[in-house]
């Protein structure tokens, strides 16, 4: 998004703040999806799981 009479340098400038902001925002998401799923969250599943399986055997 360039402005209107705005200077060269400005443009390149602008450029780069967003590859800068781009690169940053890769980082932060590789990071997210290489972190472990916390325990708490590993059992919240587990027992969801199991109330699923408990409701599935009840309609048989």
Do not use: C
Not at 46 to 57: H, M, P, S, V, Y
């Amino acid at each position: 998004m360039h402005n209107l009479g705005s200077k060269p340098e400005q443009d390149g400038q602008a450029d780069q703040i967003k590859a800068q902001i781009e690169e940053n925002l890769k980082r932060v998401y590789q990071s997210a999806l290489t972190e472990e799923v916390p325990d708490r969250f590993k059992q919240l599943l587990q027992q969801l799981k199991e109330k699923e399986a408990q409701k599935n055997e009840g309609q048989k």
